[in-house]
């Protein structure tokens, strides 16, 4: 049955006239008769009859018009709350980041630009695993997703932007400061899980093992966790950091170099999807500083 049908026996009703009802509505009269006909038909009863001025409601019509009033204001509510949804999402950009943006200065340099050039839109964040965040972009729940280009490959049917590449390092203490991780042998080192891409994690395991360091997961992966427990615990753990990273580490840490590891960042959306005015203003800075994206 179209919901549509009932609405507009309830406009009739209300209005008393198809004629006042159709001018409400801004329908042609003749369609809005024939609307009513096919309800009347499927229903197998007549709901209105028509008068010298105006109509009548049969008895069968007044049992039904209190839940037709119902379903109509119940769509009208329905719309509304539809239309303000569509507009918030149309003013608000949602990006999940498996880092904090202040930890990738290319993207904190854009979201700036973005807050100085569009002032009547926002920018909302969170910061959540990759694993999350490429289910959070396929349920809709954000508009773009910051991973590892290693977790992006898992993603289904997604565009990416590249955001450029962090280096990854060793932290430890600086008093155990050293320059060959065979030094550093029998010790724990915490990496980043699996989820942050099957590649990333073989190839730390790989150098750590090879080493003769023991890989450990770490709980809270990010960059201010692994500090702490550095400074705090004498920990070791790997990072991947940039050149304004090495210069605000703090002194009781030194970074050792991994060469030939690096983290590429990814800004990613769901291919073919529509986003709102907001998301895609971020993604149009994001290209235009980066040079282009690639499906």
């Not at 509304?80 to 990738?104: F, M, N």
Request: overall charge negative.
């Amino acid at each position: 049955m179209n919901l549509r049908w009932i609405t507009l026996f309830a406009t009739i009703a209300e209005e008393g006239s198809f004629t006042r009802a159709a001018t409400k509505l801004n329908i042609a009269q003749p369609w809005l008769s024939a609307q009513l006909r096919k309800l009347e038909y499927e229903l197998g009863i007549q709901l209105l009859v028509r008068e010298n001025v105006g109509v009548k409601v049969t008895d069968a019509g007044k049992r039904l018009l209190p839940h037709a009033m119902q379903l109509t204001e119940s769509s009208r509510l329905f719309r509304e709350t539809a239309r303000s949804l569509s507009e918030t999402r149309a003013r608000v950009a949602k990006l999940g980041c498996h880092i904090p943006i202040i930890d990738l200065p290319a993207l904190k340099a854009i979201t700036l630009n973005f807050a100085e050039r569009y002032s009547n839109f926002e920018l909302n964040t969170v910061t959540e695993g990759p694993a999350e965040l490429i289910k959070a972009l396929d349920e809709c729940r954000i508009d773009l997703a910051l991973l590892p280009a290693d977790a992006a490959l898992m993603a289904n049917e997604v565009e990416t932007c590249s955001i450029g590449y962090s280096q990854a390092y060793l932290l430890m203490p600086s008093e155990r400061k050293v320059e060959d991780l065979k030094s550093l042998k029998g010790e724990l080192v915490g990496i980043p899980p699996r989820e942050w891409g099957p590649e990333l994690h073989a190839a730390l395991c790989q150098l750590f093992e090879g080493a003769g360091l023991v890989p450990s997961h770490v709980p809270e992966y990010d960059r201010r966790a692994i500090e702490h427990g550095v400074v705090a615990r004498g920990e070791f753990g790997a990072l991947a950091l940039d050149e304004n990273d090495l210069a605000s580490l703090d002194p009781k840490i030194f970074a050792l170099r991994l060469d030939g590891l690096a983290i590429e960042h990814l800004l990613c959306r769901a291919a073919n999807r529509e986003l709102g005015r907001a998301a895609e203003r971020f993604w149009a800075l994001i290209t235009s500083a980066t040079k282009g994206a690639r499906s």
